[in-house]
């Protein structure tokens, strides 16, 4: 999508499609845009609209309009909801507004969309702020996976150009400084998506290691690929038990973003399961079917580090992403058996479909020896999300109350929801094991979410930490404005919104 920032008088603007923004009026005669400064001849047309009760302004409601003898071929009037259906106009209501817009553009093959930006909305938003949110909905908005259509799909017409119209030519550089931001959150969130959406026999390890060397080499990220040898170098069994089972061997990335010296470290770990069977455990067939989606954290992780280089974020990130596929076979692990992660600390392998805690041990042990500010874990970790949450909302725990309200404050910022969760001692005790330091899987059943982090916990070593499941969070089965059917590149922005505001602090 080409994006393209002028300043220019409304009715000159010329454009396929105007996207004009409207707040219920207490009566039709007051109608005022919220996107509008100056009165227009577009605003006299809707209000007779209004007061004809053909626009109400109601939320969701869209309304397609064509003017005679003017620049625009088209008015796209959109209502922004009343006090008592919608809380307020905060940044992830305008994307979702933004987002069902583009959608009714593609429905009608429309391929360009003028956005203006003043009035009411610069004073909700700053010039910056706004800029970033429009062009990062209309990118979310316009996405589809389609790599492996071998025609051209007609249900699918993207956008191809957003303009955003100022009119006042001070707002030009800010304007301009959050469309890139946008543009490069927007972009990065869809190469997520694309990554979660490939097939298992398209993304293996190796494939998804060689993926990170391409991308880090692109922006300047330090990028460290460490093959099966390297691994078991490092004693990293309990991720080595995990792959033992599958043909394709194993990987471990290290990803690296320098800063200053006396900026802190933030370490980003994701979970890449790049398929998951199982393993002896096997999974039914429907649900391996979602089973390609088990790399989700591994892509988000890869996702945020590329954009929080491209936004030069002042810190120092580490991202480290385990690989493995887990498979049924004659070498796999079996229920029972003992392996040793990279800390000296043996687990017993109680369940080999609690595979993606065993890798993630390994990952956040060796995280400690870059003496981290803080380690943000992100994983499609438990399937009891899904009864906990539903898709509403990603799970979080943390072993510090600062850090886990950072990610609340970040999440209310990119509307990627979280929900602290507890993890109290006895999740910890009932996973106690008679022949082992621990078991991957508790004893006793329930509390299945709270369980897999205090696992989790107990591999973290002198650092703040915070974990999030996003196991009904990564993909999605019905679309919405901003996330599509498949792979729905959840937490990319909320991870760069924490470090983007970290880096600030600093």
């Known amino acids: 999508m080409e994006i393209t920032?002028?300043?220019?008088?409304?009715?000159?603007?010329?454009?396929?499609?105007?996207?004009?923004?409207?707040?219920?009026?207490?009566?039709?005669?007051?109608?005022?845009?919220?996107?509008?400064?100056?009165?227009?001849?577009?605003?006299?047309?809707?209000?007779?609209?209004?007061?004809?009760?053909d626009f109400h302004g109601k939320s969701r409601e869209l309304l397609w309009?064509?003017?005679?003898?003017?620049?625009?071929q088209r008015l796209l009037v959109g209502g922004l909801g009343r006090?008592?259906?919608?809380?307020?106009?905060?940044?992830?209501?305008?994307?979702?507004?933004?987002?069902?817009a583009v959608a009714a553009c593609r429905r009608l093959g429309v391929k360009e969309i003028c956005v203006p930006l003043s009035g009411a909305l610069l004073d909700h938003f700053d010039a910056a702020r706004a800029a970033q949110l429009v062009v990062e909905a209309a990118l979310l908005g316009n996405y589809q996976f389609a790599h492996y259509k071998t025609g051209a799909d007609k249900n699918y017409s993207p956008i191809q150009t957003l303009t955003l119209l100022l009119d006042e030519a001070k707002h030009e550089a800010a304007a301009t400084a959050g469309a890139n931001a946008g543009k490069i959150l927007g972009t990065w969130t869809c190469r997520a998506r694309d990554w979660q959406n490939t097939p298992a026999n398209h993304l293996s390890p190796t494939r998804?290691?060689?993926?990170?060397?391409?991308?880090?080499?692109?922006i300047k990220l330090s990028c460290e690929v460490w093959e099966e040898d390297k691994i078991r170098e490092q004693k990293m069994g309990a991720l080595l038990g995990v792959a033992q089972g599958s043909t394709q061997p194993p990987r471990f990335v290290v990803l690296e973003k320098s800063a200053a010296e006396q900026q802190p470290t933030i370490v980003l770990v994701g979970k890449g399961v790049t398929f998951d069977s199982g393993g002896l455990a096997i999974k039914s067939l429907e649900s391996m079917l979602e089973m390609k989606y088990d790399m989700s954290g591994a892509a988000v992780v890869l996702a945020a580090m590329c954009a929080l280089a491209e936004l030069e974020a002042p810190l120092r990130l580490i991202g480290l992403i385990p690989l493995v596929e887990n498979m049924p076979s004659g070498t796999a692990q079996r229920p029972g058996d003992v392996v040793t992660a990279c800390n000296g600390k043996t687990i017993e392998v109680a369940d080999t479909d609690a595979e993606g805690r065993l890798i993630l041990a390994d990952a956040l042990a060796y995280a400690s020896r870059f003496k981290p500010e803080a380690v943000?874990?992100?994983?499609?970790?438990?399937?009891?999300?899904?009864?906990v949450l539903g898709d509403t909302a990603a799970g979080l725990f943390?072993?510090?109350?600062?850090?886990?309200?950072?990610?609340?404050?970040?999440?209310?910022?990119?509307?990627?929801?979280v929900w602290e969760l507890p993890l109290y001692p006895e999740f910890t005790h009932q996973l106690e094991s008679e022949i082992a330091d621990i078991r991957n899987v508790a004893s006793r059943r329930g509390a299945?979410?709270?369980?897999g982090a205090a696992f989790l916990a107990s591999f973290v070593e002198g650092y703040k930490w915070a974990h999030l499941d996003i196991a009904a969070m990564a993909s999605s089965t019905k679309p919405t404005a901003l996330t599509p059917k498949g792979g729905t590149g959840w937490g990319v922005r909320l991870l760069v919104e924490v470090c983007r505001q970290w880096g600030r602090q600093v």
């Open 376 to 387: 943000i874990d992100i994983a499609t970790l438990t399937g009891a999300m899904a009864y």
């Open 398 to 417: 943390s072993n510090e109350t600062a850090l886990a309200e950072r990610i609340k404050q970040a999440a209310l910022q990119t509307g990627e929801r």
């Open 5 to 53: 920032i002028t300043h220019n008088a409304l009715e000159a603007q010329t454009t396929s499609a105007l996207l004009l923004l409207f707040a219920p009026p207490a009566s039709p005669e007051k109608l005022a845009a919220f996107n509008l400064s100056q009165p227009t001849l577009y605003l006299a047309l809707i209000k007779t609209l209004a007061q004809r009760g």
């Open 448 to 451: 299945g979410a709270s369980k």
């Open 83 to 100: 006090e008592k259906e919608e809380n307020k106009i905060d940044g992830p209501f305008l994307q979702r507004v933004v987002a069902n």
């Open 208 to 218: 998804f290691s060689e993926i990170a060397q391409e991308h880090a080499r692109a």
């Open 65 to 72: 309009l064509y003017p005679e003898n003017m620049s625009a």
